[in-house]
C-alpha cells in the first residue's frame, strides 16, 4: 500500500494540469483505482477521463437493469453536449425535467421515453456519481466531466454536424471560439489524437 500510494504521489507530481482534481475525495479515489488498476496515470487529459468515467460507471453496471458502461457514457455525453450548447450559453446546473427532456430520444424503445430518462438520470445519481441532484437540478459532478463528455458527443458526430455545430456563424460567435467551449475543443483534440494514435 505504502508503495502505491508513492508511486501515485509521484504520478501526480508530474501532472500539475490533474494535482487541482485532487482536491476532491471522490476524483483522488477515481485516480487512485485508475493507477492501482493501470499501474500508471494516462498521460493525455482525455485518456485519463475516459478511464475514469469508464470506472465509475462500471462500478455500478452489475446492479439489474442498469445500461452497460458505454451506453451510460453515451448518454451522460448527450446531456453534456445539450448542457454545453443550450440555447442561452452554456449551463452547468439545468433542471431534471429539461435534462430528461435532453435524452428523451435516446431512449425511443421505451414507452414513455421522458420517464425512462427520468429514471436512468435518478439511478445514475446514485450509481455512478458522475451527475449529481441539487435540489430539482441536476448538473456533472465536475465541469470537466461534462466538458469531457461534450467533446467525446461532438467526436461522434458526423464530420458535417461538426463543423456546423463548432463553426458555424460569424467567427466571433462561433462556438469554437468562446470560451467556455475551450475546454472541450481541447479534449476534443485530445480524443483524435488518440484515435489517430491507435488507428496507427
Known amino acids: 500500500a505504502r508503495q502505491h500510494a ?13 494535482r487541482e482534481m485532487v482536491r476532491n475525495p471522490v476524483m483522488l479515489t477515481a485516480l487512485a483505482v485508475v493507477h492501482w488498476n493501470e499501474r500508471r496515470l494516462r498521460d493525455q487529459r482525455a ?6 468515467l469508464t470506472w465509475l460507471s462500471r462500478s455500478r453496471e452489475q446492479r439489474p437493469g442498469r445500461p452497460t458502461a458505454e451506453r451510460t457514457v453515451a448518454l451522460l455525453g448527450h446531456l ?4 454545453q450548447d443550450h440555447p442561452d450559453g452554456r449551463q452547468t446546473q439545468v433542471p431534471q ?6 435524452i428523451a430520444g435516446r431512449f425511443a424503445d421505451a414507452r414513455e421515453p421522458t420517464e425512462a430518462a427520468a429514471a436512468f438520470l435518478r439511478a445514475e445519481e446514485l450509481d455512478s456519481g458522475i451527475v449529481v441532484g441539487r435540489g430539482a437540478d441536476i448538473r456533472f459532478w465536475h465541469l470537466t466531466f461534462q466538458e469531457f ?8 458526430l ?3 454536424k461538426q463543423t456546423q455545430l463548432l463553426l458555424s ?3 466571433s460567435q462561433q462556438r469554437l471560439y468562446r470560451p467556455e467551449w475551450r475546454e472541450v475543443v481541447l479534449l476534443l483534440t485530445g480524443i483524435l489524437s488518440l484515435v489517430r494514435f491507435f488507428q496507427k
Open 6 to 18: 508513492d508511486e501515485l504521489r509521484q504520478a501526480l507530481d508530474a501532472r500539475p494540469d490533474i
Open 47 to 52: 485518456d485519463l477521463y475516459d478511464s475514469i
Open 80 to 83: 453534456a453536449l445539450a448542457m
Open 97 to 102: 425535467a429539461w435534462a430528461a427532456d435532453a
Open 149 to 156: 463528455l461534450a467533446a467525446k458527443s461532438v467526436y461522434a
Open 158 to 160: 458526423r464530420e458535417s
Open 169 to 171: 456563424g460569424e467567427k
